[in-house]
């Protein structure tokens, strides 16, 4: 019999830390759903001292998963603790995830306190936690730059204090792969009561090595692994989920354990999170990347069409890819329509989202004949987008744009309710319709991204618009999907304004 491999996904938590791609309740919510249904054992749902909205959806989360354990995160503080408590009780299953630094930089520097001092109150804080759950997780936040023996003092401490799972994070991704297998290999060895709990891990990416660390620490025991979907997290993000689980399952001549992921539900929920949240999906990104199945060179192709494991070590299949299908059209009702969303495992909130959905299927539909799953995704969450609270909604656009001549915009927007009209040229139609929207809402903000993908391929695609905005030191994405890439250039500008006036405030967990 092989070790189950707890998979911990923190794509809601540290996963939002990334720049610019924190979710709304519903956004999370939809997420929590695929992974529930990957089969995801425990999702990080938030950091609810964070603020309301984090404490919300985290709520939102923990209230409506059922298989999943939900968890919260929480400095080694009793306000904070009780915020998770609070947030994580309506779980079926819930974990409070409780951490306090450990390195002598972090304490000396940041936390400006003895290593006594934070020995106290690690034990302090996972007390404290116990008061709402059994289930509680310790970390020594950056680990990977601790002592030894300190770190066997504080974690031997927290396991008697009550503490089951005890993680430990490369904070700053400064490991390399035998240092980090040895590490958790020499805790375990050294730390008495070591066995009465589990050995978890969490790596950073700054050196390209998250999964290679995390590998290393399961060959040397550790029996949780904490990844995103995509990899995405605080600055070069986590340990990619999909990398740690396929390189566990396709490896299971070296690894003593396995994850009980459903792999096939991988690909969908790299998809979800990367519509959410902006961050595209690079194509040459391992097992979710568009080419990690791709066959250029001829001698490749003959070969797998010889024997398919001649240079395929994984099915696409096995992943959750598909080829893409034509599944409906404009003549297509709205029983097939919501019966495929079901099959994606879209759930509208209300009949009232449904027929709004459906509505703009329709109009996809009259654009685009071929509608397929990619371009249901993006109308859903294009949708979601337009079901937020809106203060800027595009009415109109209106683009010229000839050769020889600068290109113009004129744009129609309501906000709140009240319809306001500008035009602006502008060094192309896009930078024409950004001007004419500025004009209008003089936001101020800079723009730090912009792109443009195709969700399916042919001309008559949609274009998934994604513009990063910057102002007063808060970072936002926005998305749009459409048929005219103007448009949802626009689509994604006023989302991203929408956000930024939202003026939503978070505390940061590591700050
Ligand atoms: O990277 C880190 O140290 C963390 C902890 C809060 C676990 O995210
Ligand atoms: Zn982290």
Known sequence: MKDQLIIFDTTL??????????MTREEKVRIAKQLEKMRVDVIEAGFPAASNGDFE???????????S????????????????????????????????????IHMEKKLRMSPDQVVEQAVKAVQWARKW??????????????????????????????AKTVNIPDTVGYNLPEQFGNLIRNLRERIPNADQAIFSVHCHNDLGLAVANSLSAVASGARQVECTINGLGERAGNASLEEVVMAVRTRQDIFSCDTRIDTTQIVPASRMVSNITGFAVQPNKAIVGANAFAHESGIHQDGVLKHRETYEIMRAEDVGWTANKMVLGKHSGRNAFKTRLSEL???????????????????????????????????????????????????????????????????????????????????GPVDAAFKAIEALVQSGAELQLYSVNNITSGTDAQG????????????????????DIVVASAKAYLHALNKLASKLERAHPQV
């Open 464 to 483: 998934e618009v994604t513009v990063r905005l910057s102002k007063g030191g808060r970072i936002v994405n926005g998305q749009g999907a459409d048929t």
């Open 69 to 104: 354990t939900v968890c919260g995160l929480a400095r080694a503080l009793e306000r904070d603790i009780d915020r998770c408590g609070e947030a994580i009780k309506g779980a079926n299953s819930g974990r409070i995830h409780t951490f306090i630094a450990t390195s002598p």
């Open 13 to 22: 938590r540290d996963g939002e830390q990334s720049p610019g791609a924190s």
């Open 133 to 162: 759950t059994d289930n509680v997780e310790f970390s020594p936040e950056d680990a990977g730059r601790s002592e030894l023996d300190f770190l066997c003092r504080v974690l031997e401490a927290v396991i008697a204090a009550g």
């Open 345 to 427: 495992g879209i759930e509208l909130e209300s009949e009232e989202a449904v027929n709004a959905a459906f509505a703009r299927f329709k109009e996809l539909a009259d654009k685009k004949h071929e509608i397929f799953d990619e371009d249901l995704h993006a109308l859903v969450s294009d949708e979601a987008t337009a079901l937020e609270s809106e203060i800027y909604k595009l009415v109109s656009l209106k683009v010229c744009s000839e050769t020889g001549e600068t290109p113009h915009a004129q744009v129609v927007l309501a906000e709140q309710g009240e319809e306001k009209s500008a035009a602006s040229d502008g060094g």
């Open 57 to 67: 959806s985290v709520k939102a989360v923990a209230d409506t998963i059922k298989d």
